[in-house]
């Protein structure tokens, strides 16, 4: 690494995205303040079938016919997989041929950001995915952040991105969780304090000795989340469960960078793990977070483990160890949908599934399905539902007057016993 660009990932006074938007920018013109625009290389993007379509018809109505590098493109088919409708098997169908005639990538059958965290995510890339929740790669020390279909096309043809460098906001989070409490809990406990808007465009770095304590996919359920306070990206640094991690999938660190020691924030947040309990987002905001004791008792329809947000192998075994040897209460629809098919067959292999079906949990294939509400549990109209996922809105899931609620895996699992939202702790 030349001299102006190790001076800058040794500075002291800049924070993460600072760091990395001031050392890769495409000018080399030094270091960066917050708000100043840059133009960067992208070096992964990817899509779904929620946005691919429409940056494929874009992209070709460019006319420039070959995108930059087809090696940093991959396409995901996880939205609605396999197509419920002959519409949707269409949109499916034109990303293939897309695919096949560029040489792109496709993968059907993980959600995107499981996939992608498996397969091609590494510390200090700068990712632009075609999806909100692209933030979740952060928790591998990458700056990730979402991008929408047109601007996915324009990266297909340049390769670049410009972007305006955000503010940052730290996150210190101290102390050892407690019983019956997990990383859903954290994420809805910091979104609360912040607000739906609270860290809109800004940059969320996550500290302490609870970050460090965190396996990677509690990091990324905390870099997940942190879009529904707005984040332009969220970060937790690489340490050496990050580098276990990455061997265990047979990739390097492209570049680890860290926050310098007297780096500007815009907000410090102090979060004490210790005093943590359970905790739940109601309907229709996620930043609407309650106690547990708040909620309790409130009847539930359906009961959702999955997404890109705790639809992990740790997330499915929680649930598991919770109602092994039970059965799930005869007026809830307990379904179970694991992120990726690696997920789904380490926890088939280990024996998580078998334990879930045989309390009367309906396992699915990996599939975004029923958290954005188009196929495998969909809510009928006034039905309720508590969900694992990232987002509550009105209509979210299916019908305008369904509700859901936000919780971790351990509290959709005891409320699926009980047929009614559940402290977990009991159980544990």
């Not at 351990?410 to 939202?421: C, D, F, H, M």
């Amino acid at each position: 690494m030349e001299g102006p660009r190790l001076e800058l990932l040794r500075s002291d006074l800049l924070t993460f995205s600072e760091k990395i938007l001031s050392m890769r920018r495409v000018d080399g013109s030094g270091a960066v303040s917050p708000g100043d625009f840059v133009v960067v290389p992208v070096d992964l993007t990817f899509a779904t079938d929620g946005t691919a379509p429409l940056a494929i018809k874009v992209f070709e109505e460019m006319g420039n016919g070959r995108v930059w590098d087809p090696g940093r493109i991959v396409l995901n088919i996880d939205h609605t997989y396999p197509a419920a409708a002959e519409p949707i098997a269409n949109l499916h169908s034109m990303m293939r041929r897309f695919a096949g005639e560029q040489g792109i990538e496709i993968q059907e059958g993980s959600i995107c950001h499981q996939y992608i965290l498996e397969r091609h995510a590494s510390p200090g890339m700068i990712i632009a995915g075609a999806d909100s929740h692209t933030t979740t790669h952060g928790a591998l020390g990458a700056f990730a952040t979402g991008v929408g279909s047109t601007e996915a096309a324009a990266i297909w043809l340049s390769g670049r991105i410009w972007l305006r460098t955000p503010e940052s906001i730290r996150v210190n989070v101290d102390g050892a969780m407690p019983r019956g409490v997990f990383a859903k809990d954290l994420a809805l406990k910091i979104v609360g304090e912040l607000g739906a808007d609270g860290a809109n465009y800004k940059a969320v770095e996550f500290k302490g000795s609870t970050i460090r304590a965190l396996s990677v996919s509690s990091r990324a359920t905390l870099s997940n989340m942190a879009m529904e306070a707005g984040a332009k990206a969220a970060i937790v640094e690489v340490d050496e469960k990050t580098r276990a991690f990455l061997r265990d999938a047979g990739r390097e660190p492209l570049l680890e960078v860290h926050s310098g020691r007297y780096a500007e924030y815009s907000e410090v947040l102090d979060v004490d793990a210790s005093r943590l309990e359970p905790l739940v987002a109601a309907p229709p905001r996620v930043d609407n977070v309650k106690s547990i004791s708040e909620v309790e008792g409130i009847e539930v329809h359906q009961a959702f483990l999955g997404s890109c947000t705790n639809g992990r192998l740790e997330d499915l075994r929680v649930a598991a160890d919770i109602v092994k040897g039970k059965r799930i209460h005869k007026g809830v629809r307990f379904i179970v949908t694991p992120a990726s098919r690696a997920v789904y067959a380490d926890a088939l292999m280990d024996g998580t599934l078998e334990t879930l079906a045989r309390a009367g949990a309906v396992v699915t294939n990996p599939t975004c399905g029923a958290c954005v509400g188009t196929h495998l549990g969909v809510l009928a109209s006034g039905e309720v539902c508590v969900s694992a996922s990232n987002r509550n809105f009105t209509g979210r899931m299916g019908a305008r007057d369904s509700m859901v609620y936000l919780a971790s895996p351990a509290t959709v699992a005891a409320s699926a016993l009980e047929g009614k939202i559940t402290d977990p702790r009991r159980y544990l």
